[in-house]
């Protein structure tokens, strides 16, 4: 029986989809350790020890597995952000799509193979967003990232290989306006000073910037000092904002925000939609990533001209809206009322004619429409991660669509709700992988069901 501080060999033989820890067995346990690669031969040491698995950490690393990288980051071991650094793309992409076949199998009960796992255009440079907490040291303001399970700021000088360079530039210039503005960066357990996060945006179609300070007060100081720090480090920054959060809360946006140069929103055309995008807006954080997700979800679609589509949990309509010309009417819902707003907005901006967008519960929304007489042909579900709720799932087989294409970021929540569509009358026809977030744990999934008969089973 292994107990904590054993000194154990051990072969890295998979990575977990949890947190990218590598897996091994000893003893009869299964042992997870951070940072391994599949190969990899180790001493490990054991740090917790529980019923039937525990954690290790490395002692040494007596030999490296085919594909274990050197990391690109100097700071990704202590930050926690890019868990599979480590391990070359390739491998990645593999593994990824491993995950998603062990979930289908385990928890769907299906046995259909992947149809392809497709690697993101690219691997590194491709977050358009980013959310910096501000510390201060003996040099000064930097901007980092939390550590794992912690709010221990790592400072990385806003320098991160999935970010683009000039995030880091800007990062730079802001913490030296702080530096001169006479005021502290904040501290969450004093609830003092005034600087808390930096936040970017970055619209990749159009080259718009947003930045965005959140600070604990009412204003900043020397307001014309921050935009001429943040214009020489970047002149292609359209929009520089001031967020008020005062509250003692991990929430990093508050409710007020005011403008200190250009526009209090940028623009971006993501999938032929033009999208709008203010400081609280959901937009996908991979450009080229995101496209072709939609392109997947547009060919397993396969919608015609005189089809309606229904877009549950639709956010800002993106996904509905670049599917809009194929179909004779769009329907989007969603929950959150500012991303209907949003939704619209972008279809009137794109000269979407033909959607319309409902604001509410995806499942009383799915069940209003089913009482009207909606008959969809093509439903698009993309739920957040922890999945559909039984009542849009139901609703949906009620009103028996040809097609469900269901986009999910959770292989696991996924392998859920198609095993419950399939006890509905429907088939898994096709499931592919798209790579959206590299060197992180996350992955998108995009899989077709279809009417098994032409009446949906009771």
Not at 70 to 83: H, K, L, N, Q, T
Not at 331 to 354: L, Q, T, W
Request: hydrophobic share 40%; proline share 7%.
């Amino acid at each position: 029986m292994l107990k904590k501080n054993d000194l154990i060999p051990l072969e890295i033989q998979s990575v977990s989809s949890s947190e990218g820890s590598g897996v091994g067995r000893c003893e009869g346990m299964v042992v997870f350790v951070p940072g391994t690669a599949p190969g990899d031969k180790l001493t490990v040491r054991i740090v917790k020890v529980l019923s039937s698995y525990c954690y290790g950490i490395v002692h040494e690393l007596i030999s490296p597995g085919p594909e274990r990288i050197e990391p690109a980051c100097p700071v990704c071991r202590r930050c926690g952000g890019c868990s599979l650094q480590h391990i070359s793309y390739q491998e990645e992409v593999r593994i990824k799509g491993q995950w998603i076949s062990d979930a289908l199998s385990r928890i769907g009960g299906f046995s259909l193979p992947l149809e392809k796992m497709l690697p993101s255009p690219r691997s590194t440079g491709y977050r358009n967003k980013a959310q910096y907490p501000i510390g201060k040291g003996p040099d000064g303001a930097y901007c980092g990232f939390y550590a794992p399970r912690s709010h221990t700021i790592i400072p990385c000088g806003g320098e991160c290989t999935l970010q683009p360079p000039f995030f880091g530039e800007i990062a730079r210039a802001v913490c030296r306006y702080i530096d001169e503005s006479g005021k502290e960066p904040y501290d969450e357990t004093s609830h003092q000073g005034l600087f808390r996060h930096l936040y970017l945006r970055w619209g990749e179609a159009t080259g718009q910037v947003m930045v965005c300070l959140v600070i604990n007060g009412q204003g900043i100081p020397r307001p014309r000092l921050l935009v001429s720090r943040i214009l020489a480090a970047c002149p292609g920054v359209t929009s520089i904002l001031v967020n008020t959060n005062t509250a003692r809360t991990n929430v990093i946006l508050g409710k007020e925000t005011w403008v200190q140069f250009g526009e209090p929103s940028i623009r971006d055309i993501l999938a032929g939609v033009e999208v709008e995008i203010s400081p609280l807006s959901f937009y996908q954080v991979n450009h080229q990533g995101a496209e072709l997700l939609y392109r997947q979800a547009a060919e397993l679609a396969a919608l015609s001209p005189g089809e309606t589509l229904l877009d549950l949990y639709c956010g800002a309509g993106t996904i509905g809206l670049s599917m809009a010309k194929d179909a004779r009417e769009l329907i989007g819902v969603e929950i959150v009322e500012s991303a209907i707003r949003d939704a619209e907005k972008n279809a009137a901006r794109s000269g979407i004619h033909n959607a319309r967008f409902l604001c509410g519960d995806a499942g009383d929304a799915a069940a209003q429409l089913e009482a009207e007489g909606l008959r969809p042909d093509v439903v698009v579900l993309d739920p957040p991660r922890k999945g559909c709720s039984e009542a849009a799932l139901m609703a949906v087989t009620r009103m028996a669509p040809e097609r469900v294409v269901m986009v999910s970021c959770n292989p696991a929540t996924l392998a859920r709700d198609l095993r419950r569509l399939a006890g509905h009358g429907y088939s898994l026809v096709s499931v592919r992988g798209v790579d959206l977030f590299p060197r992180t744990v996350h992955v998108e999934t995009v899989a077709l069901m279809t009417r098994a008969s032409q009446h949906p089973a009771e």
